[in-house]
């Protein structure tokens, strides 16, 4: 089934796009939780970090090479990288994600 960011790795919906690659994309969110809350994605269409595969180990590590070179784009020192695995844990979008978000102070434990 395709997800809004599969429409958005199609163009068939705009997006707010900060970097993109052959095998990446970020832009920002629609719902900002911070100042700077961008969102990286695969090209591949991966529902979530439980289903990649042993082949997409070095992808997950350009996800979030993408996500550092964003922060530094964005002039971000400190910064939190979160992904969602699941409906219980959060998880509203079925294509793999790492939230980026910044510019405010982030408490810890999330909820
Ligand atoms: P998650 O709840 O971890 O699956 O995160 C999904 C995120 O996608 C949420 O923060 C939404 O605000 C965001 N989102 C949903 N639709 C769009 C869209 N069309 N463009 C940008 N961000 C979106």
Known sequence: MSTIFQKIIDKEIPADIVYEDERALAFRDIQPQAPTHVLIIPRKPIVKVADMGKEDRELLGHLLWVAAEVAR??????????????????????????????????GWPPG
């Not at 971000?76 to 978000?101: C, K, P």
Request: aromatic fraction near 6%; charge should be negative.
């Open 73 to 106: 784009q964005e002039e971000l020192e400190d910064y939190r990288l979160v992904t969602n695995n699941g409906e219980g844990a959060g998880q509203s979008v079925f294509h793999l994600h790492v939230h980026l978000l910044g510019g405010r102070e982030l």
